[in-house]
């Protein structure tokens, strides 16, 4: 293999000078020099290997993600495999590769950020943070090309791409009233959440908008896991007298609603029979489960693509003016809502 050393030799210049020339530089290279230096490229069939590359661009052509890793809850990775997808597409597309920073909790998340986000990668995806404004501030610091996956950045520099939150609360609100539904109650994600607090506001807003009693139509509080579903289910067929329940549940994500599913399935309660559910997230899994389940559907996998794609667009073009992106949801109807007669 042709290497850098090889074309300085035959060109009669330093393999610096070679660099400069593949490079593109303005710095003073005679004619003659350059010249002979393109055409032994050309008679050499030379291509820089990916370490010349990152020497002579000083770039990696690497883009991290960083994410919360969720040891605590593995099925959690059901809404991360579109996101992984979507990743790999943008990059395979681009000559890129994807380095991951992932840890159990943001606050170490931040930690690792610190230690090791030492210039392997071009440029930074941050997958549903927590802590926007602290990692931003931190990644900025850093003069790091950037985009937010998952939650709306407010800083104008900062490019992010997210769903309507908000609008689809309302969505799947809408349908559950449509279906003569009037005690809808919401199994809330992690109360700091960007999304969270978007789809309570969204939830909030329906209820009001359409006359509902808030009294009767309340939210519990929880995390996004599959185990706070299925223990929210549990207890509320347990601890609420049948004639208390609401008639529907919308949880603030489909792996919440899977898990109430199985909770609600292991307390003899029968989803729509005796109660209805409504989901966030449109993951595959939902149209497998017992009852294939109705939810907002966000296009996950998409939206990963246009946020690496984002980031490579400012790496290759320092100055590329700053997006931000916010698809519309759609709701996928199965088989989890009962129509209520009268």
């Known amino acids: 293999m042709t290497t850098i050393r090889d074309v300085a030799k035959v060109a009669e210049c330093s393999p610096a000078t070679v660099s400069l020339v593949i490079n593109g530089s ?15 490229i050309r008679e050499l069939g030379y291509r820089p290997t990916v370490a010349e590359e990152t020497k002579i661009s000083k770039k990696t052509r690497t883009i991290g993600v960083l994410y919360e890793a969720y040891k605590t809850y593995p099925e959690s990775f059901l809404y991360f495999r579109p996101i992984v997808d979507g990743l790999f597409w943008s990059v395979q597309d681009q000559s890129y590769s994807l ?40 990644v900025k610091a850093r003069g790091i090309p950037i985009a937010v996956l998952g939650a709306c950045s407010d800083e104008p520099e900062v490019s992010s791409v997210n769903v309507d939150d908000e609008a689809g609360a309302r969505m799947a609100i809408q349908h559950l009233y449509d279906k003569g539904h009037r005690r809808i109650a919401f199994f809330a ?62 949880c603030g994500g489909d792996t919440v609603a899977l898990g ?30 017992e009852p294939p389940l109705t939810t907002i559907s966000q296009p996950l996998m998409e939206m990963a693509k246009q946020a690496c794609d984002l980031v490579i667009a400012q790496v290759e073009h320092p100055g590329e003016p700053v997006v931000k992106i916010v698809k519309k949801p759609v709701i996928v109807e199965r088989q989890s809502v009962r129509k209520l007669e009268g």
């Open 260 to 289: 109430a599913l199985q909770g609600f399935s292991d307390a003899g309660v029968v989803v729509p029979d005796d109660i209805s559910m409504i989901g966030f997230d449109g993951l595959p899994s939902t149209a497998a489960s």
């Open 26 to 40: 303005s710095r003073p290279i005679s004619i003659a020099t350059r010249l002979r230096v393109l055409k032994t």
């Open 99 to 138: 380095l991951y920073f992932g840890r159990t909790r943001w606050t170490n998340v931040l930690r690792s950020l610190r230690q090791h986000f030492d210039g392997r990668c071009d440029g930074l995806v941050l997958v549903a943070p927590l802590e926007v404004t602290t990692l931003i501030s931190e």
């Open 189 to 250: 994600g992690n109360s700091e959440h960007e999304t969270t607090i978007g789809r309570l506001k969204g939830f909030n807003q329906a209820i009001g908008e359409l006359g509902l009693d808030s009294a009767q139509c309340p939210a519990f509080a929880g995390d996004y896991s599959w185990s706070s579903g299925h223990e929210r289910a549990r207890k509320l067929a347990a601890d609420v007298p049948r004639s208390k329940w609401p008639s529907a549940i919308f």
